[in-house]
């Protein structure tokens, strides 16, 4: 059996479990750095960081979207 290596992006194994489906988010969508950050701290359940920047940010829009139209729910 043949072990197929897997080239690791920026932000590490977690979105290389996502699968394909995170091949085609377009970086230059509507998202702003703040808000992939905010949803990517509340997919992966980091309650600490989600908190502190709804207590904290002024320019957050918390109701903002991904590219498959998932919010922070």
């Known amino acids: ?7 690791l992006g920026e932000k590490g194994r977690w979105q290389a479990i996502r699968g394909p489906t995170y091949m085609f988010n ?4 509507c998202l702003m750095p703040e808000e992939e ?4 701290s509340a997919e992966y359940g980091n309650n600490p960081v989600v908190r502190k920047m709804l207590e904290e940010s002024k320019t957050l829009n918390f109701n903002c979207m991904d590219y498959m139209g998932q919010n922070a729910l």
Do not use: Y
Request: aromatic share 6%; net charge positive.
């Open 37 to 40: 950050r905010f949803l990517d």
């Open 1 to 7: 059996m043949q072990h197929r290596h897997t080239t």
């Open 26 to 29: 377009e970086k230059g969508t």
